[in-house]
């Protein structure tokens, strides 16, 4: 019998310790590591006063999330996951240490900032794919979808409370004390995680990591649905990213609120479109889903980017963060239902690139734009073309548009894998 909290299905956690015990760690880590989300480019507007640099923190995080997030999914089918997330999570808690003390010179350093953003960039493309595939592996076929739902709740919820605390304490008592909460968020999350359960590797030993990668990527490419979502994501976050320049964006209105408020409207709106999502159980086409969404991202950013009225700003973004969050529940849940288990953590290794570089890239085109134009066109612009570009991807992919999962061949695989290998909890 499933339990439910607001509409939202509870029965992942209640039926998997194990993966009760790392959504949990990963709602504390992401609340510490979204108050320093903020804090790293309100620091770095203090010091320079400039987008081009704000936006430059994305440029120092490229190359290390498109080199690790393939191994780090070559990694997950190869390695216990369990000690791989702790050692990269110790690794993250050190690079805040470091911004911690960069935080308490008298003249804190620019570089340090670039710097520890490359590191934790590394250190999260080879986590993340680790934690996707045990999300799949933990829980049962059938719950993926209220897994993934689950999901935006903890993702929205901590983007809402960490940005506000954050972009406050930052304000109020400086950087230093969101990087210091934040080491303390990762001395918990460690805990937790160093109670999960050993997990065995899917990739024989005697398979290169060359050979399982180019395995990864051919697999990839016969899955030209799947790949419409990665593509349709980059996209999306390239052209329409805006939460980079919500420090320049605040500066506009005299309320002194309004950073903090502007930091919730992304996550409040994606939180509303998660609690009021029971309608997504009725839906099979999960591409369409995924387009229609996306193409709502853009116009929402579109809005956000062009309007004067601090309150149409806020809508803008809340139909932005509800549109993604929509996207978020039926991407993760197409993904999970059918990707089979023995290329799940390379496939996530892959996906990483599509939700992590593509802020990245995004905050970077944001600023440059901004600085050679305005930040109102940069904004705007960027909305208009992601909804322009999610309508070329989807006629260039059609598969995508098509999927159903009620007659996929793909899902009826990975269910009857699943049920071969019964409950992994």
Request: net charge positive; glycine share 8%; charged share 10%.
């Amino acid at each position: 019998m499933s339990q439910q909290f607001f509409g939202i299905d509870l029965t992942p956690l209640r039926a998997s310790k194990q993966y009760r015990r790392l959504y949990i760690a990963g709602f504390v880590t992401a609340l510490g590591s979204q108050a320093t989300y903020v804090a790293v480019p309100f620091q770095l507007k203090q010091l320079t006063h400039s987008t081009l640099a704000v936006g430059s923190i994305g440029l120092a995080e490229l190359a290390p999330l498109v080199f690790f997030a393939l191994y780090g999914g070559v990694l997950a089918d190869r390695l216990n996951r369990r000690r791989l997330i702790i050692s990269m999570e110790q690794i993250l808690m050190l690079s805040t240490v470091m911004l911690f003390v960069n935080a308490l010179l008298t003249h804190p350093l620019v570089w340090i900032l670039y710097l520890d953003a490359a590191i934790a960039a590394a250190a999260s493309s080879l986590q993340r794919p680790s934690i996707e595939a045990l999300n799949q592996l933990f829980v049962s076929h059938e719950l993926q979808r209220a897994a993934s739902t689950l999901a935006n709740v903890r993702f929205t919820t901590a983007s809402i409370i960490g940005p506000a605390l954050g972009g406050l304490a930052a304000l109020a008592f400086g950087p230093a004390s969101v990087y210091l909460a934040n080491i303390v968020t990762f001395t918990f999350s460690l805990m937790l995680l160093f109670t999960l359960k050993a997990t065995p590797p899917m990739l024989p030993s005697s398979k290169g990591d060359v050979a399982a990668l180019r395995a990864g990527l051919r697999y990839a490419r016969s899955r030209p649905d799947i790949v419409g979502t990665y593509v349709i994501d980059l996209l999306a976050m390239v052209l329409a990213f805006p939460v980079v320049m919500l420090p320049f964006v605040a500066a506009r209105f005299h309320e002194s609120y309004a950073l903090a408020v502007l930091y919730t409207g992304l996550p409040v709106g994606a939180l509303v479109a998660t609690l009021t999502s029971q309608w997504t159980r009725r839906v099979h086409r999960y591409g369409r889903a995924v387009v229609c969404s996306a193409a709502l991202w853009g116009l929402g950013i579109a809005l956000f980017g062009f309007s004067s009225s601090l309150w149409l700003v806020l809508l803008g973004l809340a139909i932005g963060g509800g549109a993604d969050a929509v996207s978020g529940i039926f991407r993760t849940t197409m993904w999970n239902e059918s990707i089979p288990p023995e290329v799940r953590g390379r496939m996530a290794g892959i996906e990483m690139i599509s939700y992590s570089l593509g802020p990245t890239a995004g905050q970077f085109r944001a600023g440059v734009m901004a600085a050679w134009t305005t930040l109102r066109f940069s904004l705007t612009f960027g909305g208009l073309a992601c909804t322009g570009s999610v309508a070329v991807v989807t006629a260039a992919l059609p598969s995508l548009w098509r999927f159903d999962a009620r007659t996929d061949v793909h899902v009826a695989e990975v269910r009857a894998l699943r049920e071969l290998e019964g409950n992994a909890d």
